[in-house]
């Protein structure tokens, strides 16, 4: 007898309907497949050691983005239940992941392999943090808001130095997020490129860069404010100072999306952001 799929359901306990939800879907995929733990996003860091065959998160793109980086470099195939506002990546409904459910334990076309960042912060010659991102790196002025001083090398090579308000390093599935409030392009979720896109520089030349995603990109922070900071996928902040170094490369893993059957390709980027209306 063939083994049945192996499911984890994780969900965003800060979201009020998600205990709701989580009962009705657990009541209605259970005679289909093996769920093999229910969890809270904020501790998945050994669901993949239980070799699930996909995850199906209720929240938002948010609890998504948490998901994807405590799963490190053990990515499971996820299945993003909306229970937010936008739903970029969380692209289903509860009723959408019932309807589908066996073609997304199945079908492999599904799968929509994306690339994550990861950065190095160096300061006083040592590594001071290290972390993944799925959308993108933020470098923000930060209090008293005087403008930052940005140098940008790319494979060492020096590419510019330049005042502004910050900087967006971004994915491609991260395009449509920080990046494109700033300006910058749209980039096909599976393409292996990274965005870098300076906030409000002082200059008509600095304009958003794309380039391949095996290049490696260094933003040294030549001058700061007391509030300058790096912030990760929107969620994790850090502070920097003047002198710290980041380092920016593809991470040697993708982020694994399950893309909804019901919906023709372009369907996110035309309804949810208006795009070409």
């Not at 994780?10 to 259970?30: F, H, M, W």
């Not at 040294?220 to 900071?229: F, L």
Request: glycine share 8%; hydrophobic share 40%.
């Amino acid at each position: 007898m063939q083994n049945r799929p192996r499911i984890i359901v994780l969900y965003n306990p800060g979201k009020p309907e998600a205990q709701t939800v989580l009962a009705s879907l657990l009541d209605r995929i259970c005679g289909e497949v093996d769920v093999i733990a229910t969890q809270p996003i904020g501790e998945t860091s050994s669901c993949a050691e239980m070799n699930p065959h996909r995850a199906i998160v209720l929240g938002g793109d948010g609890s998504i983005l948490a998901v994807v980086r405590s799963l490190d470099c053990r990515q499971i195939p996820i299945i993003g239940v909306n229970l937010g506002k936008l739903g970029f990546l969380a692209e289903f409904s509860m009723d959408e992941v019932v309807h589908h459910l066996d073609t997304l334990l199945n079908d492999s076309a599904l799968v929509s392999s994306r690339i994550m960042l990861e950065v190095t912060v160096t300061r006083d010659g040592r590594e001071a943090f290290q972390s993944l991102a799925v959308n993108d790196f933020v470098v923000h002025a930060g209090p008293p808001y005087r403008m930052v001083k940005l140098s940008i090398e790319v494979d060492q090579s020096h590419l510019t130095t330049f005042d502004g308000d910050g900087l967006v390093v971004a994915t491609p599935s991260g395009s449509t997020a920080h990046n494109m409030s700033v300006g910058g392009p749209l980039v096909q979720a599976e393409v292996r490129a990274m965005v870098l896109s300076p906030i409000a520089p002082h200059s008509f030349t600095h304009r958003p860069f794309v380039f391949a995603g095996a290049e490696t990109i260094e933003v040294h922070i030549r001058q700061a404010n007391e509030g300058t900071s790096l912030v990760v996928d929107g969620q994790i902040p850090l502070p920097l100072a003047e002198g710290d170094a980041l380092k920016v490369s593809q991470a040697p893993i993708d982020f694994l999306l399950m893309r909804n059957p019901s919906q023709p390709k372009w369907h996110t980027l035309i309804s949810k952001l208006g795009w070409g209306r």
